[in-house]
Structure formats: structure tokens, C-alpha cells
């Protein structure tokens, strides 16, 4: 099978963990150069700013290495952490021009916006009419060598309302990428959720077009967390949506780029905040963990109780809840959340954050994050205090990352009104990894929303590329898989954007840049 579609990039972890020291994770932020806080001096003045904060990571200078963007707040300038190697990292923010007084910033997507191969920065905001505070979405834009310019037209003439977490797809088939904001906002009149890219990163709204307009109203709009993601497996990004107070949505992107609300009564997460979309189940097709508030006495305030929902697709775009099989209902008050094989035993683990500030939700002050790692059946156990990631400060954001390319998934959690924290992996298990970054043509260049099957030992697991959101925060543009007991895995097969296929099979090296058009089909099934 050749293809001129893209290139493959293969790095393997095959001999990192040989010489791990503990079975768990270890905090590392001072050591790593990384701790900061958060807050707003003024606040909390009301919830949004309680909810707010945002964090993202991605390669911005090209270097083969995770880059960190970190907002503050009012208690200084946004934070550009660049990756120095060997586990370090450095604030270069001024120097690359990457000049955002934080304030009321609100949420961080690391993704190529532009379509020209390198990664720039998306900043929501939020509009505090009685305080004074305006922060509009803005877009940096990346000049290939990680210095940013700011772009304040990009996204036209705005509404003036809070923005929230952002997700960039392609909403209408037309390969360029598109960005769709979470909007949660106690005003009423109507919001844009979803903005096309006009084939030059400047973006027009298109909630009419899409047939998203009204879609979100409780009355008014709740929306926290979009996803896109291709769930009934027909190469379209569809749309999944976390939202407050019961409105959770499932849009299928049809023909024409046009989504239709088919949210059915099993959506039924009462205050969804949070998202983690992927195949926890290896069964070939995307799951959906929506983080939610789980109270088990008598709630103080206007919230939900029954916890975080766990749906598990079905193979054709409909969800089954299997949160109480699960074991995963109780998250207390969460928010950001990501699926990842923290242990490497071919798994997907699933890690969130929480809390909530405020004294009718002084139950959840304190809130400890939870680890749930897999048992490899469809059922999770909760690990957090054992494995040393009980973070009990306000969890808003989280990346799941390698940033120290060792092999093994590292945590960083941003909390609200405290330290940002960097959880390095130790977990020493012996296990082999295989991360897959991909390169295609533009205006698509990191295959954003492209399939990668991994098969070891007789067994397949699926990941897509995505540029998401977790919750205020985005995760790096790259495929990571454990590899359980496997010396090697057998093959890597990716299904392009375009629908084109590429195949390869394993050959020793620890990494390798594989160009699609010299790929074949190797005879491995």
C-alpha cells in the first residue's frame, strides 16, 4: 500500500524504565524549574473565577521536546517553560515574545493553528462586567522557531462572554482545522461555540452553519469541555461537549459539515465539567469519561451528587453507562481529567483533578485527586495515595506527557489558588513504550484526527490524534502506547485524515522517522 500522505515518527521507550527507583510518582516541580502558582488577588469574586486557570504543552521550537504554557492568573505573567532536556526547563516567555499579562485568561490550547507545521497558542478568557475584567480569546501565533506574534484579529469581532476549554478539529471535511470553545457563562443571550477556518487560521463564527445554534441553552449556556472525536468510526470528527448543569451533548458530524444532536437519556452526568475521550477498553472504538461532582451526603448548594460518568461507545456513535462497573463514580468535585498508560501494561489509566473553593463547598476544599489505573477488564481501582499523586490542592488543568522522554507518562496539575505541581512517572515495571508522532502535508500537519493501531503480542490498541481539551488544558500532539510484557510490537498502522492507510512493522532502533510514501503493506495480520 503506498501513500504520499504523511510521515510516521516511531520513538522506542524500549530500555527506559530499567533503571527506575520506585513504583509510583514523585512531585519534581522546583527541581524540574517549573513551580509557579496561581490566583486572582481581586477573588475569588464570583465562580467563574473559582473554576478558572489553564495549562497546555506541546514541542513549540521544534526541538523533539515538550514545552509548558502556564497561566497565573493576576499574580503575574503567563509562563513559557521551554524544555531544556535532561528533565529541566526554563521560563522563556519574554524571550519569545509570548507577552500575556494572565489576569483573567482563561484556558490554554497547544495546537497548529495555522496549518504550517509548527505549534501555536490559543488563550481563552472570561468577561467580568462588574469587576472591570475583559479577556477575549486571542490566538499567538508561531513563527517556526518558537517566537510568537499575537494575532487580535484572528477571531473576528467577539461576543464579549467567558470562553473556557478549546478543541481544534476539522468540523466540515475541507482538511483545514477548526476551533470549538466551551462558553460557560451565567448571562444569557447566545454564544459562539464553533469557528471555521477560512483556509488562513482567521476564523468566522459558524454555530448557524453547523447546526449547533441554541443547541447549548439550560437556558443559559453551560458548555465547559468540547472534544472532537470521529465516535461512530466514519472518518468524520464529530463532537462531544461536557456541560454544567445536565447539558452534556453528542454531536455526528453528517455530510455537508453540518451535526446532529443525537444526546440520548444515558447522558446523564449531572454537572460535567471535565473530558477524557479514548478506547479504555481496546475494543477498537472511542470512550468518553465526563468528571462530575460526587456528594454522598446532603448537597450544600445547587449541585448534582451522583459522581463521574464513564460511556462506553457501542461501536456506532451510542454510549452505554458503565460508571458503577467501572469504579469510577467518585472523583468528589472534579475537573480536568486524561486517559494514559501510566504503568505501560497496554491499558489506558485515567487520572482527575478536583476541589472547589468556598464555604458551602468547604466539603470539597481539599479534595485528593484520583488515579485510576486499570485492571485490564473494563474495571479501574484507585491508586492516587499509593502511587503519591493525592494532590490535594484546586485541580483545574492537567497534561499527561512525557517530558523528560524516558518512556513514561509524567502529570503536571495546575491548581486554582495554588502551586502548579510536575509528577515525574517512576513506576518501574520493566515495561517497553512506543510513542508516534505524525507529520503530514498542511494544512493538517501534526494529523490531527488520524487513527494509529498498535498491535503486540497478539492484541491491538487504538489511539487518535487529537488536539483536545481536558479541562483548561491540552495534552501534546503524540501517540503513546504500553506495551505490557511485549519485547516489540508487531506492526504500526495509521489511518490518515484523508482516509489513506500506512503500515509498518517493527525494526530494532530506538527511534525512527518513517516516510509514508516508501511504506508497504508488510505481510504482518
Not at 169 to 187: A, Q
Not at 285 to 314: E, K, Q
Not at 398 to 422: E, F, H, K
Not at 513 to 522: G, N, P, Q, R, S
Amino acid at each position: 500500500m503506498r501513500t504520499t500522505t504523511g510521515t510516521i515518527i516511531i520513538w522506542l521507550g524500549l530500555f527506559a524504565w530499567a533503571h527506575a527507583q520506585a513504583a509510583g510518582f514523585s512531585e519534581v516541580s522546583v527541581a524540574a524549574g517549573v513551580s509557579t502558582t496561581h490566583g486572582l488577588q481581586f477573588g475569588p469574586y464570583g465562580e467563574p473565577d473559582m473554576m478558572c486557570g489553564g495549562i497546555g504543552a506541546g514541542d513549540v521550537n521544534a526541538d523533539g521536546r515538550p514545552d509548558i504554557v502556564v497561566l497565573r492568573g493576576d499574580l503575574g505573567a503567563a509562563k513559557l517553560y521551554m524544555n531544556q532536556g535532561g528533565g529541566t526547563f526554563v521560563d522563556e516567555a519574554a524571550l519569545r515574545t509570548f507577552n500575556l499579562s494572565s489576569n483573567l485568561a482563561n484556558g490554554v490550547l497547544v495546537a497548529d493553528v495555522e496549518g504550517d507545521g509548527d505549534l501555536d497558542i490559543v488563550v481563552g478568557g472570561q468577561y467580568l462586567a462588574d469587576a472591570g475584567h475583559v479577556s477575549p480569546p486571542r490566538l499567538w501565533r508561531n513563527n517556526g522557531a518558537g517566537v510568537f506574534g499575537e494575532d487580535r484579529g484572528a477571531f473576528g469581532d467577539w461576543d464579549g462572554n467567558d470562553t473556557w476549554s478549546a478543541a481544534l478539529g476539522d468540523s466540515d471535511g475541507d482538511g483545514d482545522l477548526d476551533l470549538v470553545f466551551g462558553r460557560w457563562t451565567r448571562l444569557s443571550g447566545p454564544r459562539v461555540h464553533l469557528l471555521r477556518n477560512n483556509g488562513t487560521a482567521q476564523f468566522s463564527p459558524a454555530d448557524q452553519a453547523a447546526g449547533l445554534t441554541g443547541q447549548f441553552s439550560t437556558p443559559n449556556d453551560h458548555s465547559f469541555t468540547p472534544s472532537f472525536a470521529d465516535i461512530n468510526n466514519d472518518g468524520r470528527a464529530d463532537l462531544l461537549v461536557t456541560g454544567d448543569f445536565g447539558s452534556s451533548r453528542v454531536f455526528l458530524q453528517q455530510p455537508g459539515g453540518v451535526f446532529a444532536n443525537v444526546t440520548t437519556p444515558v447522558i446523564s452526568d449531572e454537572n460535567g465539567m471535565g473530558a477524557a475521550v479514548a478506547d479504555f477498553d481496546n475494543d477498537g472504538d472511542l470512550d468518553w469519561f465526563v468528571s462530575s461532582i460526587f456528594d454522598p451526603g446532603t448537597p450544600a448548594g445547587n449541585w448534582g451528587t451522583s459522581g463521574n460518568r464513564l460511556y462506553r461507545n457501542d461501536g456506532n456513535g451510542l454510549f452505554t453507562d458503565v460508571t458503577t462497573q467501572a469504579g469510577v463514580r467518585d472523583g468528589a468535585w472534579g475537573w480536568g481529567s486524561c486517559f494514559a498508560d501510566f504503568d505501560a501494561d497496554g491499558w489506558l489509566d485515567l487520572y482527575m483533578v478536583n476541589g472547589m473553593l468556598g464555604a458551602t463547598a468547604s466539603a470539597f476544599n481539599a479534595d485528593t485527586a484520583r488515579l485510576f489505573m486499570s485492571n485490564g477488564n473494563g474495571t479501574f481501582t484507585e491508586r492516587a495515595v499509593a502511587m503519591g499523586v493525592a494532590d490535594s490542592g484546586q485541580g483545574r488543568g492537567i497534561v499527561c506527557m512525557d517530558y523528560d522522554s524516558d518512556g513514561a507518562i509524567d502529570i503536571m496539575v495546575q491548581n486554582g489558588y495554588g502551586a502548579t505541581r510536575l509528577y515525574h512517572n517512576d513506576i518501574a515495571t520493566g515495561r517497553n513504550t512506543v510513542a508516534v508522532h505524525l507529520r503530514a502535508a498542511a494544512p493538517n500537519q501534526f494529523g490531527i484526527g488520524a487513527r494509529i493501531w498498535l498491535k503486540s503480542a497478539g492484541r491491538e490498541q487504538m489511539r487518535e490524534m487529537s488536539a483536545g481539551n481536558n479541562f483548561l488544558s491540552s495534552n501534546p500532539p503524540i501517540a503513546y502506547f504500553g506495551l505490557g510484557a511485549a519485547a516489540r510490537y508487531e506492526r504500526i498502522r495509521v489511518r490518515w485524515p484523508d482516509g489513506k492507510e500506512s503500515i509498518v512493522g517493527y525494526s530494532a532502533g530506538l527511534s525512527r522517522t518513517i516516510e509514508a510514501d516508501l511504506l508497504f503493506v508488510d505481510g504482518l495480520e
